[in-house]
């Protein structure tokens, strides 16, 4: 059985850095690519970065390009988000997901698994 569980999320300044990881288990995390979504009260869930299973290629929301870096350790399990240059509107509930196909997608139904989420919450 496949499990995601993310971590690191909390409240942070605008202009401030967070660091988000997420570690998999059950399955061969080495050939799934990763994705980070995220949700806010009241707004459907948004797509944020995906990594391929080598890392070699990854892709960004428009709204995140140039602030958030998304990466992964194979001999660990993990992949990371980290958030630098954070905005009051990047707060949300933070979701990593996996796509045990392999595909680098922004589409929430192409992911298989997912984390319980953490908050992240950008003060102004």
């Known amino acids: 059985q496949v499990q995601v569980v993310e971590s690191g999320g909390g409240l942070v300044q605008a202009g401030g850095s967070l660091r988000l990881s997420c570690a998999a288990s059950?399955?061969?995390?080495?050939?799934?690519?990763m994705g980070w979504f995220r949700q806010a009260p009241g707004k459907e869930r948004e797509f944020v970065a995906a990594?391929?299973?080598?890392?070699?290629?990854?892709t960004y929301a428009d709204s995140v390009k140039g602030r958030f870096t998304i990466s992964r350790d194979n001999g660990k399990n993990t992949v990371a988000l980290q958030m630098s240059s954070l905005k009051p509107e990047d707060t949300a509930a933070y979701y990593c997901a996996l796509d045990t196909r392999g595909l680098v997608t922004s589409r929430p139904a192409e992911y298989d698994y997912w984390g319980q989420g953490t908050q992240v919450t950008v003060s102004s």
């Open positions: 990594i391929s299973w080598s890392g070699q290629t990854t």
């Open positions: 059950g399955g061969l995390f080495s050939r799934y690519s």
